[in-house]
């Protein structure tokens, strides 16, 4: 008999553990129809774009590991493609979805099927279009549970619900975005917000359809909660009952209690509720948080009833009315600061040290002088000028004939160049009164080159250019630390010492606060081109953006995988 070999068990155990993991991750197949529906609100019924008939459009619900597979048919009028936000998308770049950054747009009639696997990411994204102004209707949820067997890193909840904040405009906000490029000046602000869909009570021939939350005393929900709007950060609130966090962006964070959230567009953020109030209905509440001076928005409020369940309250707790939140001031940079500045990781993490590559980048508005011979209704901003905004003085000008992958993949010349400067090209007091010389930006298809593996260092630095704001900054493929904040100019001198380098959060989308700076860190592992830009419409509309080329590392699962046989053309 052959003696005892405890390695060779060891690893027959691993092998079995392998198996068992490839058997437990399972492949989701969806069929996404975009569509025209017709969707009434505010009494008026519209022709919305939506997917499957569904405003929003369909959760996806997946476990860590698993694959996604979802065929895009594009049965509307508009060329559409769609972002799977904050999915790292590892060497998967041609499904990450950016219109011209990473596919040619799915045009009316034809379609293209997304292919990719979820790898170690748990929590709450969501997915949208990222064509046009598509994305004002054209969203949903994706919440990725646990691997199958396990657990949460805090009590199961007893029922979660995802909590979907949007924008809606009376008119087809295609319409709207067209007509501002064709004008220069600020697009229309949005008729509404809305709660899943429903803008709620205060609004007109709005209350019978008001989206209704159940709870039974002394339970615990986990709200998911998303900002999908197109154009605004927005707080949110529940009346008389204190939110725990416990992630943001598929991450978890260490868990500390607020009563109010404020997350720009594109983030997510998890929340435990506890029903230990009196039984009763309760608002839940959003509205804007409105950090540029003197800049228009929508200052309505959106609502939803928090309701505890007839078992809990009386006979009459269903009819009384909801009891209403206390809200911050529109402008309140204070309370909108205390909030981001609380996130931490839940321990230690492995924060990237030895910075290979240190950019510093502005993120601002501009201005463009009028083009010569054109019309003054094409010039209706200020001064009779044309509204823009950049990077590094750089207005991101998308390609039409090739999308960026698509010509880094196939050597195609001409289509981008990469010499964005890792520097603004000139230095000035960025928050201070700026003058009018650097106002006007460049436009170009400029890409920063990246080696794989490279340890990156980035410094949002936002600016007063015409007038400062908050701005949501999404990096594509990739979760970052956010390792400080501050405001004012960013000091490398003495901000160093305000750097988180033990437990910083992992984000995808960061709030570069009004007037100041962010400073964020990743490590360029995933190959492929990936836009970063602001994530209001508006902001992108009007080229405040750059991309990142991810180069391939050395061997085959360092490197971009082929495109799909089914890839969009231009």
């Keep these: 008999m052959k003696p005892f070999n405890p390695l060779s068990s060891l690893c027959f155990v691993c092998i079995l553990l392998l198996f068992a993991n490839a058997e437990s991750a399972k492949i989701h197949y969806h069929d996404f129809v975009i569509q025209a529906t017709p969707v009434k609100r505010l009494c008026k019924t519209s022709n919305a774009i939506t997917v499957n008939g569904q405003y929003p459009g369909p959760t996806l619900e997946v476990n860590n590991g698993d694959t996604l597979v979802v065929n895009v048919v594009n049965k509307a009028r508009y060329n559409v493609t769609i972002h799977w936000h904050g999915v790292r998308q590892m060497r998967t770049a041609w499904a990450d979805g950016p219109e011209f950054i ?68 009376n008119t087809n906000p295609i319409d709207v975005v067209r007509q501002a490029t064709r004008t220069g000046a600020a697009p229309n602000v949005s008729d509404a917000y809305t709660i899943n869909g429903q803008p709620g009570d205060l609004y007109k021939c709005s209350r019978q359809d ?56 594109g983030q997510t953020t998890d929340v435990l509720i506890k029903a230990d109030q009196t039984p009763s209905r309760y608002y839940m509440a959003a509205r804007a948080y409105a950090s540029a001076q003197g800049a228009p928005f929508d200052n309505t409020t959106a609502t939803a009833i928090l309701e505890y369940k007839k078992s809990s309250c009386s006979s009459n707790c269903t009819t009384t009315n909801p009891i209403f939140p206390s809200l911050p001031a529109y402008n309140d940079t204070t309370t909108a600061t205390a909030f981001t500045t609380k996130f931490r990781s839940p321990r230690k993490v492995e924060v990237p040290t030895e910075i290979d590559e240190n950019l510093f980048i502005t993120v601002g508005l501009g201005l463009e002088n009028c083009p010569t011979g054109a019309p003054s209704s094409n010039c209706q901003g200020p001064n009779g ?70 340890k990156v260092q980035v410094v949002l630095q936002g600016t007063g250019i015409f007038t ?86 050395v061997s085959e699962l360092e490197s971009l995988e082929a495109p799909p046989v089914d890839f969009p053309v231009c």
């Design 468 to 553: 400062a704001e908050n701005h949501p900054i999404h990096l594509h493929g990739y979760d970052f630390y956010i390792i400080a904040e501050g405001f004012g100019n960013f000091n490398p001198k003495t901000d160093t010492s305000k750097f988180n380098l033990i437990n910083p959060p992992l984000r995808n989308t960061a709030s570069v606060p009004v007037n100041g700076w962010t400073v964020i860190r990743f490590v360029a592992d995933n190959p492929g081109v990936w836009i970063m830009h602001c994530h209001l419409d508006v902001h992108i509309t009007w080229g405040l953006a750059m991309a990142f080329l991810v180069e391939n590392g």
């Design 102 to 169: 990473t596919q040619c747009p799915i045009r009316p009639g034809k379609s293209y099927t997304y292919r990719f696997t979820i790898q170690g990411q748990e929590g709450t994204l969501w997915w949208h279009a990222h064509s046009s102004w598509l994305r004002a209707t054209v969203y949903g949820a994706l919440i990725i549970h646990p691997k199958e067997g396990g657990n949460y890193p805090f009590p199961k909840p007893k029922r979660e619900t995802p909590i979907l904040l949007g924008e809606w405009w």
């Design 210 to 265: 008001t989206t209704i939350v159940h709870m039974d005393s002394g339970e615990t929900n986990l709200l998911r909660v998303i900002n999908a709007g197109l154009n605004q950060q927005l707080f949110f609130t529940v009346a008389n009952h204190k939110l725990t966090v416990v992630g943001a962006d598929a991450n978890y964070v260490k868990p500390f209690t607020t009563s109010v959230l404020m997350l720009g567009p």
């Design 385 to 454: 000028t044309r509204f823009a905004a950049s990077m590094n003085n750089i207005s991101l000008v998308l390609p039409s004939n090739f999308s960026l992958l698509q010509a880094h993949h196939q050597g195609i010349p001409g289509v981008f160049s990469t010499d964005f400067p890792a520097i603004p090209p000139v230095k000035f007091n960025y928050t201070g009164n700026v003058s009018r010389s650097l106002w006007q930006p460049i436009r170009g298809t400029k890409l920063y080159k990246l080696k794989y593996g490279a």
